[in-house]
């Protein structure tokens, strides 16, 4: 089993700002790794304090296959001068994938949290 990181940002607290950067990063992170949803153990979705509008997971469940994904919400750790309207993603996924051989996915203002990671 294997971790992958996402994380994408949101310009406004709207449900569909929301529900659409979660799609997008999940469906950037599925694709990048070629995994398939019967592959994800789990998902885990954190938002930061400044996003109220809607659960992240809940765009993530709209996604095909995301019927019987395990999602699950947490709310962000605030942290003096962290990234605003920030959603995390961690999936845990089955793959025979190296560390090395993971693409980790960060969007918009994101990618600045692991520059070393943005290709």
């Given at each position: 089993?294997?971790?992958?990181?996402?994380?994408?940002?949101?310009?406004?607290?709207?449900?569909?700002?929301?529900?659409?950067?979660?799609?997008?990063?999940?469906?950037?992170?599925?694709?990048?790794?070629?995994?398939?949803?019967?592959?994800?153990?789990?998902?885990?979705?954190?938002?930061?304090?400044?996003?109220?509008?809607?659960?992240?997971?809940?765009?993530?469940?709209?996604?095909?296959?995301?019927?019987?994904?395990?999602?699950?919400d947490?709310?962000?750790?605030?942290?003096?001068?962290?990234?605003?309207?920030?959603?995390?993603v961690?999936?845990?996924?089955?793959?025979?994938?190296?560390?090395?051989?993971?693409?980790?996915?960060?969007?918009?203002?994101?990618?600045?949290?692991?520059?070393?990671?943005?290709?």
């Amino acid at each position: 089993m294997r971790g992958i990181r996402g994380a994408i940002t949101v310009e406004e607290n709207t449900a569909e700002a929301v529900m659409s950067a979660t799609q997008e990063v999940v469906k950037a992170m599925l694709e990048a790794n070629g995994i398939r949803t019967e592959d994800i153990g789990a998902a885990i979705f954190t938002a930061t304090e400044d996003i109220t509008a809607v659960f992240p997971a809940k765009g993530a469940r709209a996604l095909p296959g995301f019927d019987l994904v395990p999602l699950f919400d947490a709310r962000q750790m605030d942290v003096d001068g962290a990234l605003d309207h920030c959603i995390r993603v961690l999936l845990l996924v089955d793959t025979d994938k190296g560390q090395r051989d993971i693409k980790h996915i960060f969007l918009g203002r994101a990618k600045g949290l692991r520059p070393d990671l943005v290709k």
